[in-house]
């Protein structure tokens, strides 16, 4: 006589904290109009597509790639042109050098601070490696609140503070004398987040030899290489020697190497289109100032924020015309009503700005 086992359910052994997080939404963009994630929107020259082409056809892939990636950190540290005597840790886009600095500083207690709204993997993350985040609200134009940051300073003592700059999804760049004092208060390692440097006016990179606890970090996704997911953490090489042991091995394949070193001995290629993006950011900010009902935010980075009465109808009005851009409405109390639109070609750009009109008038 057979008997029946019974049914054994196993724990759930994922942590709650986890599960109450939302995945981070890539919203699909297929025959859109695609103005949501901050893209550089041109079109390399052909003649640098087809050395591409040619590079990557004799791309050895069945070997791993270079560990230590050394022909591109000597293209990154002339194009960036860091201070003597400071490191570069590369990573699979930021998020990957986000992680690794949490995870280096996740001690029982410690606390990743930064301020709000910003960045939402700061804080993503912090829950990732089991840190408590601590965000400190900016002042409602959006501006560092210099008290209040010091005051979560000195009660926290946090082990990472991260500061965009410029700020996403803000766009503006906080005053470099507060983060000054800032980094000067720290406890912990302070980041500073420069994904959008090339559209900015000002940097950290030349103050990383002023300040022991200083790290500057950028990505190149910005620039024109979404695709390749490439960013880059400098500083001190007492820090990244230590950060260096927890990058996973090869996270920068043998294509992203090759092709990141060749676009970057034509940086001149990626800021001039950078340019166009400003100038085009100024035409669209314009532009913005003359739809009745949108209050703009000033931007330092290839995107503009603005705020519009019933933005989610607004937001899915635009998709409906073929425009994706981010909605941000339910993302943070102080971004209600907020919409985030990328600097696009001058065609993109005028499209959207129609549609915008037009959703507007026909919701009124």
């Known amino acids: 006589m057979s008997s029946v086992r019974p049914v054994v359910v196993p724990a759930n052994p994922l942590r709650l904290e986890v599960m109450a997080l939302h995945a981070y939404h890539v919203a699909p963009a297929s025959g859109m109009i695609k103005l949501d994630a901050m893209e550089n929107p041109y079109v390399l020259p052909q003649d640098l597509r087809d050395e591409i082409a040619r590079l990557v056809a004799d791309a050895e892939i069945n070997r791993y790639p270079d560990a230590g990636a050394q022909l591109l950190k000597a293209e990154i540290r002339r194009v960036s042109n860091l201070p003597h005597g400071m490191d570069i840790l ?3 886009g930021s998020d990957e050098i986000i992680q690794l600095l949490a995870l280096a500083v996740a001690r029982p207690g410690a606390v990743l601070l930064s301020v709000e709204p910003s960045f939402v993997m700061y804080k993503m993350i912090s829950t990732f490696v089991g840190m408590r ?9 959006f501006s560092l609140n210099r008290k209040a940051m010091l005051d979560a300073i000195r009660q926290e003592q946090p082990a990472l503070v991260f500061l965009a700059y410029p700020n996403n999804p803000t766009g503006n760049l906080f005053d470099a004398a507060t ?5 000067e208060a720290a406890p912990g390692l302070v980041v500073v987040d420069e994904a959008y440097y090339a559209f900015a006016r000002d940097s950290f990179i030349p103050h990383l030899a002023h300040y022991d606890n200083l790290l500057v970090m950028r990505t190149f996704s910005k620039l024109g290489m979404a695709g390749l ?6 500083g001190a090489k007492a820090w990244l020697n230590q950060l260096e042991k927890l990058r996973l091995p090869y996270n920068v394949g043998v294509l992203s190497q090759l092709v990141a070193v060749k676009l970057l001995q034509h940086h001149d290629v990626l ?3 950078a340019e166009r993006i400003k100038q085009q950011r100024a035409r669209l900010l314009a532009a913005l100032n003359t739809v009745v009902g ?5 931007s330092e980075a290839n995107f503009i924020l603005f705020r519009v009465a019933k933005a989610t109808q607004v937001f899915e009005g635009l998709k ?22 990328t600097v696009g070609t001058p065609d993109e750009n005028r499209s959207f700005v129609v549609a915008l009109q037009d959703t507007i008038n026909q919701l009124a």
Do not use: M, W
Request: one cysteine or more; charged letters at 20%.
């Open 90 to 92: 590369l990573g699979n």
């Open 179 to 183: 983060i000054k004092q800032i980094i």
């Open 320 to 341: 409906q015309r073929g425009v994706l851009i981010k909605n941000l409405n339910s993302g943070h109390p102080a971004l209600t009503d907020c919409l985030r639109v």
């Open 294 to 298: 949108v209050r703009t935010y000033s």
């Open 229 to 234: 997911r490439l960013g880059f953490l400098a």
């Open 271 to 273: 800021l001039e289109q």
């Open 133 to 141: 985040y601590v965000g400190v609200p900016l002042d409602d134009d």
